[in-house]
């Protein structure tokens, strides 16, 4: 595959799905005010702070790698691998942080890495034509097993206090995680709808021929989109390791999933070109409410993943139905 640089780009394929994104996310807004209502109303510990603390905490962590996985979707790829990223980086950054690296040189080499790790998963989808979905899946097994290797399959302790007491203090009575996902949020929504890059991602998704004969660099853009998505998932290890106050090699597994699942229900389209930075976040706190009001209510764990599969199950159908009526 190869790139065809043509100036000036005539036109970019109009970004598709805005109504059927503003709908659902109207929907999914009313939706979660039913749930904490319902929510409050039914249980006692619901409507309390040490509630919607640890909901904006645990929603942090998804929020971002969603957002990440956002971009990938959107070049109708996937990655897999996000996971398995959190659990490698977050052991990067412990085992540096154990040896007495400062902090920022700590967490600024685990960042990087993380980017690397994206470009590793664009190589194989660009350059060797891998599928997504395989060279995504590969990675994640590769991934988890160099961790444990690096790790011997222990807990890497002994970070310093400053770095732990980030992820467990507030600012204003709000949780430290969230002002991480605005810090986030707010440059990957200008990029997405705001730059000439994320105009890229929605052509590459929507027809990368057409785009690259638009003078789109195809390749290009679909590197970026995998680096993105796993320099946010290396941040969400860098936050776990802070969190949890210790690196473990098999942290985030299942995390690529709840990913996927955020970013589809918040109305990212598997078939590409459809998505926005909005919608995960609210994707991930329906899900994350979903998982917190069934733990309260003593509900089978087994049925949030019943509920996640049926909600996505549903916005697909309805997703796809859209895509035929626009044919």
Request: charged share 10%; net charge positive.
């Amino acid at each position: 595959m190869s790139d065809t640089a043509a100036a000036p780009v005539p036109k970019i394929p109009a970004l598709r799905g805005h109504r059927f994104g503003f709908l659902l996310n109207l929907t999914l807004l009313a939706l979660l005010v039913v749930m904490w209502i319902l929510l409050s109303i039914s249980t006692d510990s619901f409507a309390t702070l040490g509630n919607f603390t640890n909901l904006l905490r645990q929603d942090s962590l998804w929020s971002i790698m969603a957002i990440g996985q956002t971009f990938v979707i959107i070049t109708a790829g996937i990655d897999l691998s996000v996971g398995a990223v959190v659990g490698l980086t977050s052991t990067t950054v412990a085992l540096l942080l154990a040896n007495n690296i400062p902090i920022v040189p700590a967490v600024l080499i685990t960042l990087v890495l993380g980017a690397l790790l994206g470009a590793v998963n664009a190589f194989g989808i660009v350059n060797l034509r891998l599928p997504p979905f395989i060279m995504t899946l590969a990675t994640m097994t590769a991934l988890r097993g160099i961790g444990l290797l690096m790790t011997n399959g222990q807990t890497i302790g002994g970070l310093p206090l400053n770095f732990i007491m980030f992820s467990r203090h507030h600012t204003i009575g709000i949780p430290n995680l969230f002002f991480a996902v605005i810090v986030i949020a707010v440059p990957c929504y200008l990029l997405l709808h705001r730059s000439r890059w994320g105009r890229y991602l929605f052509a590459v998704g929507s027809n990368p021929e057409a785009a690259r004969l638009s003078g789109v660099k195809v390749n290009r853009t679909i590197y970026l989109a995998y680096m993105v998505s796993a320099t946010l998932a290396a941040v969400v290890g860098v936050l776990t390791a802070s969190r949890i106050g210790i690196g473990i090699a098999t942290t985030g597994q299942g995390w690529e999933l709840q990913s996927v699942a955020s970013s589809v229900i918040g109305g990212a389209s598997l078939f590409g070109a459809v998505g926005s930075v909005i919608g995960p976040l609210l994707g991930a706190m329906l899900l994350t409410t979903i998982n917190n009001g069934s733990n309260l209510l003593n509900v089978n764990p087994f049925w949030q993943g019943i509920i996640t599969g049926l909600l996505i199950i549903v916005i697909v159908y309805f997703d796809q139905l859209r895509r035929r009526k626009t044919r």
